[in-house]
């Protein structure tokens, strides 16, 4: 094919597409944290996959792993059989991971993409507690299947199942009402009132920072209060940590600054380390409750993405890249409110936490045109929020401050360019 002839996307592709829109050019190779097209032209990749290269492109570590296994001929294809891969990943995970933070889960492998892990996580809740309704909130996002968009608060989305959607209670997530502690009384008085309309769900189901609904984050506070709430009502607790886990908030997990203990877990996106797909749900051991075989899927054993997940586990052994996150994430908040500062007609708000903060413009179309400025400046990234008010940063979690420091001075270009346009300055 020519060079960045998009003819063949346009002609064959269906019309679902939409980061090649967002993105008009053909790319051809990656490493890091840069993308360079077929005209050789190189991006900086602040998209980072939608969380799914928490590691950056093509690590020489994991792709040294993966190609050793692959010229072995390593079993690629095994179902749930047991393999040497998956031994050697479950053996990892435990040690680096689950032992150091006292924590005891199974490990299940529901599929490989986030929504998988959802609807098996929502499945194990409705099965170990005899009841059917989830409690959801506002703006969040779990997936495209059914189960997982029943639970999600995007209008879009929704409609874009072409059914009702039901089983499900909506409530107010952290500040939505403005007031964080009001959300939990009224939780509270919805579950106990004889009233209200509302059964005992079976589990509640969260993220910490709602990525696509805006980068709306949950504080610690609320997130104990939620977690009493499901205690003192025999309620499961699932955090969804597709997007905000695997350190992307500066901790493994993004609830561990809270110190809850959810009962299951959803990974999925980085967790395999090198863009290969793979999903994990931890579930707390007493409710592991499927019969074998009772949640099934034929490609739930990526032994591909077992090498590389293993080997990705190594940037945990010590708080080295943890640390680093952290230290950076400040270099990010500062830029960001800076911005906010400097460009007070543009209404923005700073929002997120960790390495993945944006910043929500009440002016109309405004972050969309920062992330269209951002492209043809040489850097990728996109928006976020119930009407795309956000402009998110999602580099990669062991960028440099070499290139850090370029992504943000693009975007400040990219910012100043787009508020010219629209008369903000």
């Known amino acids: 094919m ?13 019309e679902v597409r939409s980061y090649v829109r967002g993105f008009p050019t053909v790319f051809q190779k990656a490493k890091g944290y840069i993308l360079t097209d077929m005209d050789n032209k190189e991006y900086i990749d602040f998209f980072s996959g939608a969380g799914a290269l928490n590691y950056g492109h093509n690590d020489d570590n994991m792709k040294k792993k993966l190609i050793e296994y692959i010229e072995a001929d ?26 150091p933070r006292n924590m005891n889960y199974k490990v299940m492998f529901p599929g490989p993409t986030g929504t998988n892990t959802v609807e098996s996580a929502l499945k194990i809740a409705r099965k170990a507690t005899g009841r059917t309704n989830i409690v959801s909130f506002t703006k969040g996002f779990h997936g495209m299947t059914i189960g997982a968009l029943a639970v999600t608060g995007n209008k879009a989305k929704r409609k874009g199942a072409g059914i009702p959607l039901s089983h499900t209670i909506t409530m107010p997530f952290d500040d939505y009402t403005g007031d964080p502690s009001s959300s939990l009384q009224y939780i509270e008085k919805v579950l106990d009132d004889s009233g209200s309309g509302a059964e ?42 597709i997007q905000a886990g695997v350190g992307r908030t500066g901790t493994f997990f993004s609830f561990e600054p809270a110190g809850i203990k959810p009962d299951i877990i959803c990974l999925s996106k980085s967790i395999g380390g090198y863009g290969t797909p793979l999903a994990l749900t931890l579930i707390d051991p007493k409710y592991d409750v499927f019969s074998p075989g009772e949640h099934n899927g034929t490609f739930r054993g990526n032994n591909l993405a077992f090498v590389t997940a293993t080997e990705a586990l190594n940037y945990w052994k010590d708080d080295t890249l943890s640390k680093n996150v952290q230290e950076k994430s400040k270099r990010i908040e500062e830029f960001l409110e800076n911005i906010v500062k400097k460009y007070p007609k543009i209404k923005g708000t700073r929002r997120g936490r960790g390495f993945m903060q944006g910043i929500a413009s009440d002016v109309e179309g405004f972050s969309n045109l920062v992330t269209e400025k951002c492209f043809e400046l040489g850097l990728i990234m996109e928006t976020a929020g119930t009407d795309d008010e956000v402009f998110k940063l999602f580099p990669p979690i062991n960028i440099d401050d070499q ?9 400040e270009k990219a910012v100043e360019a787009a508020a010219k346009e629209k008369n903000l300055v």
Do not use: Y
């Open 403 to 411: 290139g850090l420091e370029k992504g943000l001075a693009i975007i």
């Open 2 to 14: 020519n060079a960045n002839d998009l003819q063949v996307f346009n002609t064959h592709e269906s």
């Open 74 to 99: 390593g079993v690629t294809h095994s179902l749930d059989m047991a393999t040497k891969a998956k031994g050697e990943f479950l053996k990892k995970f435990h040690e680096i991971i689950l032992q």
């Open 200 to 241: 005992l769900p079976a589990a509640f189901i969260l993220e910490t920072v709602q990525g696509e609904g805006g980068l709306n984050v949950a504080s610690n506070e609320w997130l104990q209060g939620i977690e009493k709430i499901c205690r003192d009502r025999d309620i499961l607790l699932i955090i969804d940590d």
